[in-house]
C-alpha cells in the first residue's frame, strides 16, 4: 500500500512538471497559445499551439492511463 502511494506522489509530481512545461512552452511561444482564427494554418505560432495541444494531450493520456492500472492493481491486492 505504501509503495501505491508513492507511485501517486511520483504521477503527482510528474503531472505537475508537464503543466509548469506547458506554460513555460506557453510562455516561450509568445502568442501561440491564443492564435487568432483568421491567421493561416501553415503559420509558425499555429504549428506551436498544435505541438503543445498534442503533448499535453499525450501526457494526460499516458498519465491517466497508469492510474487507471495503479487502481486496478490496488483492487486485486486488496
Known amino acids: 500500500m505504501k509503495e501505491i502511494m ?6 503527482q509530481q510528474l503531472e505537475n512538471t508537464s503543466e509548469q512545461m506547458f ?5 516561450l511561444s509568445g502568442q501561440a497559445a491564443t492564435v487568432p482564427k483568421n491567421m493561416k494554418k501553415n503559420s509558425k505560432d499555429m504549428k506551436i499551439k ?7 494531450n499525450v501526457l ?3 498519465i491517466g492511463s497508469v492510474l487507471v ?10
Request: positive net charge; hydrophobic residues 25%.
Open 6 to 11: 508513492e507511485r501517486g506522489d511520483k504521477l
Open 69 to 78: 492500472t495503479m487502481r486496478k492493481k490496488n483492487k486485486i491486492d486488496n
Open 50 to 56: 498544435s505541438f503543445i495541444k498534442n503533448y499535453r
Open 23 to 27: 506554460v513555460d512552452a506557453k510562455n
Open 60 to 62: 494526460r493520456s499516458k
